[in-house]
């Protein structure tokens, strides 16, 4: 047994991606996948005790928005070690092909898809739906943004501002666009939702059409470019003070537990989104794997493994059809099924992590050399 136990403590150690004082965001990436899974799975019933509870459960939706601006950050670390763009691109694709790809054609072949919308738009998964979403362009239908695997409709809007990295980086080299990146994103996020609400669309879905559509995570984007522009900056000043990174940690963790109680306080931030993509561009700039609590709730051994699993998408991708299968089995306990769609996704994904993934990171080393 213990021969064993070394065997797996060694396979999993051996699997963790590491990256110095932002270990903790490898942490992060596992708190925003069980996110979306909880809430996708019931939320394990919790909406029904109180409504300190519920808020819970529903905040758990914007694990995606989190994503969005780690993906930001990491793709601007990325690019700043290697600028030759075609380079930086096929990495970034290779890391999500393989795994996007394999989970298109299982959800096909299986018929675990999301019925939901495509009984919602009337629509089907034809040679029009499939190849709009091999092209990593789906966005531009919102009736079949989100009918194949059920969450997929973020993994086309990465590809789109994956593009959009090069231009970043050289807006950002003038301090100036660092300083004013913030209240300008925010700026053209509420126009551009005020836009397709009010000018643009006269739709009933014109909410779903906007948050299918790339255009208002370029607020992620940039919140995550600037995060890695100041982090070396804030962290050279808090070198000998690291306890500040704790401290800002447990202000946003009762922040947090004010909300739960009060909801409504997100509208000084005019909308949960915007409050937590600049919650997460403070956490990133400000954060450090070396302090206590840091290394406690993001360092250890699980949420490191969980995030390394999810770095690119195997547990986000895998969740929803496993729910799909495990509905067939008519589960009603909603405790008894997020215990089930989390056991069953974590062991799902370690095998597409060590089989599928691994072949995406094989090939994205080889473009290094």
Known sequence: MNLINSCRNAVISSSIRRYGDTD??????????????FIHSGGAGLTEISSVTYNFVSFCKNGVYVFFVIS???????YSKNSDFIIYLKRRLFRIIPLYYFWIFLTCVTDLNSKYWLHEFNVSIDFYNIVMHLLFISYLDYRIANTIIGVE??????????????????????????????????????????????????????????????????????????????????????SSNLFISDLILITILCSFIIYLYFPSIVNLFYNEYIAVSITTLILIACGNSETLIYRFLFVNPIMLYLGTISYSICIY?????????????????????FILCLFITIIVS?????????YGFNICKSLKK
């Open 350 to 358: 370690t095998i597409t992590f060590f089989t599928i993934e691994k």
């Open 24 to 37: 903790f965001i490898t942490g992060f990436r596992a708190l925003a996948a069980l996110a979306v899974l």
């Open 72 to 78: 930001g950050f990491s793709v601007a670390k990325s």
């Open 317 to 337: 991708l895998s969740h929803f059809p496993i729910i799909a299968l495990i509905n067939k089995a008519h589960i009603d306990n909603l405790t008894v099924k």
């Open 153 to 238: 409709w973020s993994i086309p809007i990465e590809v789109f501002w994956y593009l959009s990295i090069p231009l970043l980086a050289r807006i950002f080299k003038k301090n100036i666009f660092v300083i004013l990146g913030i209240p300008i994103s925010v700026i053209y996020y509420i126009a551009v939702k005020y836009i397709f609400s009010n000018l643009l669309i006269s739709n009933s879905n014109s909410d779903l059409i906007l948050q299918w559509s790339p255009l208002p995570y370029l607020l992620s984007f940039v919140f995550g470019f600037i995060a890695f522009k100041i982090r070396d900056k804030i962290m050279a000043k808090m």
